[in-house]
């Protein structure tokens, strides 16, 4: 199948063409009728040919009149721009709605809120990071990568390294949420995320120092070049301004959205391309940096990388239609919103599955003499084992997996050894405690 050019779209020539457009200037706006950002080689497929042209330099007219301007530029000193039309007024309510408040905004009711909350201090940031690495191109398997993490064993190969990470830069970047955008902190997170990978000769927390990157459309064809290195310090420099700068629209002050003030961050890391390689993962790791630093706390439980991994085409197109239409970054900030907000809804899926495996077994050991002498982590790793007889646990993996001390941990686990529903045994030195095959069925007759 023949892959969809993206063409140059044309000039709107003002005032010449305006006697052109004016016959389609009330028929005709910034989106389509069903709300979509149409590119030129969109748009043209979907009215009359004869005017094509024409209804293009329409739109484009009514996009003009809403255009923000940003102080970022492209290296032929072009502004980056976008406009907020209807439609996505429309997606940031709802993002804002989601992701501005707390557990309870992604559940179905109320009394599911705090449960699901547990659920959130468990593994979603490594589900991300595992992600990420894969859309890199790292081949481990998922169960593999994230029992790797929760043990915290050392990666046997460089797939397994760019995963732990991912994981380590996610870290990162909450835990520096409060500084400000530097160059130094853009490199610590390249220094994080390419620590130990050799691909494409990188030198972690390194800028590229020659200018043989570039990005292919899929044919071969180079789709975007970089600009040069050599101004690498200088424009990485303003990025930074610009995600310094107060854009609260209080003061005086201009206005841009935290959502898209992100996006546009996530999309200037990939256009700058500063280092040979992990460029993405630097960009998606600013993204989430400044969402934290925005205080949208629940992007740290989304995973956007797995939906980029679903759409690489569409990925790559939001970026072509922005810079083969005088750097209108509004393609992309639709693209990425649409991603956000499934992000939420496979957040939602997620913990309403792990709500409903967690009742149906806290059903179950309520009716025992155990259920009331069991908090939740030790109820949801009984789910676990029930889920997966034979399973292994140790004390680091509970530590970690529940974001809590390895004292508490062993503790938890003792006492389900104690209580007979947990196999304990040594690998080593070290004590673990293994899922019976036999666990379910001893749980519903209420006897060990």
């Given at each position: 199948m023949a892959k969809p050019r993206v063409e140059k779209a044309p000039k709107l020539k003002f005032p010449e063409d305006f006697e052109l457009i004016t016959p389609f200037l009330n028929e005709y706006d910034v989106t389509d009728n069903e709300g979509k950002y149409l590119h030129w080689s969109q748009l043209k497929w979907r009215v009359p040919k004869a005017d094509a042209e024409n209804i293009w330099k329409t739109v484009k007219f009514k996009r003009m009149s809403q255009y923000k301007a940003l102080p970022i530029k492209s290296e032929d000193n072009e502004p980056f721009l976008y406009c907020t039309p209807h439609s996505m007024e429309a997606l940031l309510y709802q993002l804002v709605k989601i992701a501005g408040g707390n557990v309870g905004a992604i559940s179905d009711s109320a009394a599911s809120d705090n449960l699901q909350s547990k659920f959130l201090v468990s593994s979603l940031i490594m589900e991300e990071a595992i992600t990420s690495a894969q859309l890199e191109g790292a081949s481990t398997a998922r169960e593999v990568a994230k029992k790797m993490l929760e043990d915290e064993r050392e990666p046997i190969d460089e797939d397994e390294r760019m995963i732990l990470n991912n994981y380590l830069l996610l870290r990162f970047a909450e835990q520096n949420k409060k500084e400000k955008l530097t160059l130094d902190l853009i490199l610590e997170f390249h220094r994080i995320a390419t620590k130990g990978t050799t691909e494409n000769n990188v030198i972690p927390g390194e800028f590229r120092e020659a200018n043989n990157i570039y990005i292919e459309d899929g044919d071969g064809n180079i789709a975007h070049q970089p600009p040069h290195f050599n101004l690498i310090d200088e424009r990485l420099k303003k990025l930074g301004d610009f995600a310094n700068e107060d854009h609260t629209g209080l003061n005086g002050c201009d206005f841009v959205h935290p959502i898209i003030k992100a996006i546009i961050l996530h999309f200037m890391m990939g256009y700058e391309h500063p280092f040979r390689d992990g460029n993405g993962r630097v960009a998606r790791a600013l993204f989430y940096w400044f969402m934290l630093k925005s205080e949208y706390t629940l992007f740290k439980f989304v995973s956007i990388s797995k939906l980029l991994k679903e759409k690489p085409k569409e990925y790559g197109m939001s970026y072509m239609y922005t810079e083969k239409d005088s750097n209108d970054l509004t393609y992309f900030i639709y693209f990425q919103l649409d991603i956000i907000l499934h992000a939420f809804d496979e957040l939602k899926s997620y913990l309403g599955n792990k709500t409903n495996e967690f009742k149906k077994i806290a059903e179950i050991l309520e009716k025992t003499t155990w259920g009331?002498?069991?908090?939740?982590?030790?109820?949801?790793?009984?789910?676990?084992?029930?889920?997966?007889?034979?399973?292994?646990?140790?004390?680091?993996?509970?530590?970690?997996?529940?974001?809590?001390?390895?004292?508490?941990?062993?503790?938890?686990?003792?006492?389900?050894?104690?209580?007979?529903?947990?196999?304990?045994?040594?690998?080593?030195?070290?004590?673990?405690?293994?899922?019976?095959?036999?666990?379910?069925?001893?749980?519903?007759?209420?006897?060990v």
């Open positions: 009331s002498k069991l908090n939740f982590i030790q109820k949801d790793l009984i789910k676990k084992a029930v889920k997966e007889p034979g399973r292994i646990f140790s004390a680091k993996e509970v530590s970690n997996s529940y974001t809590i001390s390895a004292n508490t941990a062993r503790a938890y686990l003792a006492k389900l050894a104690e209580l007979k529903l947990f196999l304990t045994t040594k690998d080593g030195k070290t004590l673990i405690y293994i899922a019976p095959s036999d666990l379910l069925s001893k749980l519903n007759s209420g006897k």
